[in-house]
């Protein structure tokens, strides 16, 4: 059943395209009559900090059924390589390292970003591929993901967890 596509829908998809958008303006910053050190954190920013962001956010803002849409849209290759409702625990947690390790890397980049190899030399690289691995992590956590991350956006949204996984936390305490 086709969800309609409203303002959610639209301005998630501009977030991402956005998200996406944002290294390319490293070079006007780069050009810009900024001191070096203002340069310099706004191109970190711009490369390994806002893509995530953002992505979050239109994650959020569109919503499962947003992507639904999404997936309706472009058809054969979400439909294909689109995430299932449920996943299992092994991928599910595979899908957190990759969801949680850019979020990482965008957030200490600029502070240890010097003792990792070829960072000051490749930073785009390491951007590109961060920003691959968290889009991708939203496929390999599969579509109920996409409730739990609105939820973290939604004031009145409770975690509800089944009488078997609150036993498994009461006994791993």
């Not at 706004?42 to 490369?47: E, T």
């Not at 294909?80 to 990759?98: A, E, H, N």
């Not at 691959?132 to 992590?137: L, M, N």
Request: no cysteine.
């Amino acid at each position: 059943m086709a969800v309609r596509a409203g303002w959610r829908f639209r301005i998630g998809v501009a977030i991402f395209v956005l998200g996406f958008a944002a290294p390319l303006g490293i070079p006007l910053v780069a050009a810009s009559e900024l001191p070096a050190a203002w340069k310099t954190v706004l191109s970190g920013a711009l490369a390994l900090g806002v893509p995530e962001v953002l992505m979050v956010a239109a994650a959020a803002v569109m919503g499962k059924e947003g992507f639904a849409e999404l997936k309706l849209r472009f058809g054969r290759f979400f439909k294909k390589y689109g995430p299932p409702d449920q996943v299992s625990p092994t991928r599910y947690r595979i899908g957190l390292v990759m969801f949680t390790l850019p979020l990482l890397l965008a957030f200490l980049g600029p502070y240890f970003g010097g003792h990792l190899p070829g960072y000051d030399s490749y930073w785009l690289a390491w951007a590109i591929t961060g920003d691959a691995f968290f889009v991708a992590s939203f496929f390999v956590l599969g579509g109920g993901f996409w409730n739990k991350l609105r939820a973290l956006f939604v004031h009145s949204a409770r975690a509800v967890f089944s009488a078997t996984e609150s036993d498994q936390g009461a006994k791993n305490e």
